[in-house]
């Protein structure tokens, strides 16, 4: 079973407007951490939110929030005030604990953000 | 540049032939993380270093896969006997792991190969 979901391909939004990526999740774990990274076309991954299981605020960084709903498993990133330059692939990931403390991060399929003028 | 850094960016090789990547990170992470990005997907994870120690690699780590941390610092991907199927973007990411607490992982720009 995929254990990070994001069920749109693709999305388009107009410059200036706000926008929700959704991603839901799936873990057996108490304690996990939720991440979203933006990927633009030149490739790298570039870190935008983090949210832990345990926090009961919603994180903000900037024009980037997370909406955090644990008991529905979804995680989705709303970036407010859209720019040209926020179009790339957004990728939604989730890290569960393993043995001997590592956290290895599971990343979902991406969505492709397009922001037209 | 204190970000994460990854060399070469790009290679081409024929079927077959062995390619080596390296990847330097931030220089006070003493975590770091190789994964596979194919086309259409996100990051698989294949293996992450804590200092020169390599704790945990994925099944999809195959036996021509190698990677080594010699010293703690930089890293290096070897795949052997190189397969059309390896041709991939291979990120490194590092970050920051002390007193029970993980940060956020930090990417390098990626080494995209390709087979022929």
């Known amino acids: 079973a995929q254990k990070i979901t994001q069920t749109q391909p693709g999305m388009f939004v107009q410059e200036k407007e706000a926008v929700t990526l959704d991603c839901t999740y799936d873990?057996?774990?108490?304690?996990?951490?939720l991440f979203w990274y933006k990927q633009p076309s030149s490739g790298e991954m570039i870190f935008l939110i983090y949210?832990?299981?345990?926090?009961?605020q919603n994180a903000t960084e900037g024009r980037y929030s997370l909406n955090f709903q644990k008991a529905r498993k979804s995680a989705n990133l709303v970036i407010s005030a859209s720019q040209l330059g926020d179009s790339a692939m957004y990728f939604c990931?989730?890290?569960?604990?393993?043995?001997?403390?590592?956290?290895?991060?599971?990343f979902g399929r991406g969505t492709s953000l397009i922001v037209h003028p | 540049d204190t970000g994460v850094s990854q060399n070469p960016r790009h290679k081409i090789t024929k079927r077959g032939q062995n390619v080596t990547f390296r990847c330097d990170p931030i220089?006070?992470?003493?975590?770091l993380y190789w994964y596979r990005q194919t086309l259409g997907q996100g990051p698989e994870f294949l293996t992450y270093?804590?200092?020169?120690?390599?704790?945990?690699k994925s099944r999809l780590l195959s036996d021509r896969f190698s990677a080594e941390r010699p010293k703690g610092s930089f890293s290096t991907l070897e795949i052997q006997r190189t397969e059309q199927g390896d041709s991939a973007m291979y990120l490194c990411?590092?970050?920051?792991?002390?007193?029970?607490?993980?940060?956020?992982?930090?990417f390098g720009p990626g080494t995209r190969l390709t087979v022929t």
């Open positions: 270093f804590q200092n020169e120690a390599q704790l945990e």
């Open positions: 873990t057996s774990d108490q304690s996990y951490g």
């Open positions: 949210q832990g299981s345990y926090d009961e």
């Open positions: 990931a989730m890290r569960e604990r393993r043995g001997q403390g590592s956290y290895i991060p599971t």
């Open positions: 220089s006070e992470h003493n975590r």
């Open positions: 990411a590092s970050s920051l792991a002390e007193g029970g607490q993980t940060y956020e992982q930090y």
